[in-house]
């Protein structure tokens, strides 16, 4: 990672069908976002937030044929486009790009700015696997297809402002995935995906699936990009999430996980962009998940206990 960190704001929640996640980068910035950095050792700058419209402004526009079941999806193209725009300078500036979101459909743009360059790797901190299409989205809801827009999987085949071709299958690792679809279940299996679930954390253990997931992440590419979804932990650490799901990561273990991505970093350099997602203030009980979320990102960037 570069000592300049450029924090991005992306207050988008047309991804996602519970309002509140717009909130969520000015959240993560009160909780001491750039403190937290400044201890860990590097200097961030804010770029501040994208302007975005409010949803209640714009037609969902569910029934167009040739885009299938994905809401807003127009909006969301337009949110993406522009901070693949601002992700890329970033990085041309030599400084590291932090995405602050908003829903995981963010990602989108997150991804496709740090590939144009770089093959990519990924590192998927999610409950969920985010790989439906607008052809199999029982939702309609964006956020909960942003791999398979960046894989160019089903409709967004010939969307250029969401596919990566430097993001590949081979170069994609999930950690702690607990709530799949049906559909998603079988397309995981038939792919070349790599999907580290809870269970396989209950058994070897965060340090050691991580390690395993950063080795596939970074085997063959220029860097990684790591994508940290709040709903990735358990409720009862990180309640202020659209989408929660109970048996997820404990507060330690997300530490945990966070520490052995920055150790990696520190050795050999691989980590190329952030986004940290999926904070809903409205849902959240005295800032607690945005405070935590600035916490794992200093914990990404370096910040250890000693």
């Not at 992306?10 to 996602?16: I, L």
């Not at 909130?23 to 804010?46: K, N």
């Not at 419209?53 to 885009?67: F, I, K, L, T």
Request: aromatic fraction near 4%; charge should be negative; include cysteine.
């Amino acid at each position: 990672m570069g000592t300049t960190v450029r924090i991005i704001g992306a207050p988008m929640d047309y991804g996602a069908d519970r309002r509140g996640v717009d909130m969520g980068p000015s959240a993560i910035r009160y909780a001491g976002l750039a403190d937290g950095l400044v201890h860990a050792g590097v200097e961030p700058v804010d770029a501040g937030d994208l302007s975005i419209p409010r949803a209640e402004e714009r037609d969902p526009d569910v029934d167009q044929p040739s885009r299938g079941n994905a809401k807003f999806l127009r909006e969301v193209e337009d949110v993406c486009t522009r901070l693949s725009d601002q992700v890329a300078d970033a990085l041309a500036a030599d400084e590291f790009p932090l995405v602050l979101g908003g829903d995981h459909s963010v990602a989108i743009g997150s991804m496709h700015g740090s590939s144009r360059d770089a093959n990519l790797g990924v590192i998927w901190f999610d409950a969920h696997a985010d790989l439906n299409t607008p052809e199999t989205s029982p939702s309609g809801n964006v956020h909960g297809m942003p791999l398979a827009a960046t894989l160019g999987r089903g409709a967004f085949e010939e969307m250029e402002w969401a596919t990566a071709p430097g993001v590949r299958e081979e170069s994609i690792a999930y950690v702690g995935l607990r709530s799949i679809d049906e559909r998603e279940r079988e397309l995981l299996r038939e792919s070349q995906m790599t999907a580290f679930t809870m269970a396989d954390i209950d058994e070897r253990g965060m340090t050691a699936v991580v390690a395993d997931a950063l080795d596939v992440a970074t085997d063959g590419t220029d860097g990684i990009h790591v994508s940290l979804d709040l709903d990735w932990l358990d409720p009862k650490t990180a309640p202020g999430v659209g989408t929660p799901v109970r048996g997820g990561v404990t507060y330690r273990e997300a530490h945990a996980a966070l520490e052995t991505v920055s150790q990696r970093q520190e050795t050999d350099g691989i980590v190329r962009s952030m986004d940290v997602v999926e904070v809903n203030p409205i849902l959240d009980e005295g800032n607690e998940t945005a405070t935590l979320a600035a916490e794992l990102t200093a914990s990404a960037f370096g910040e250890r206990i000693l």
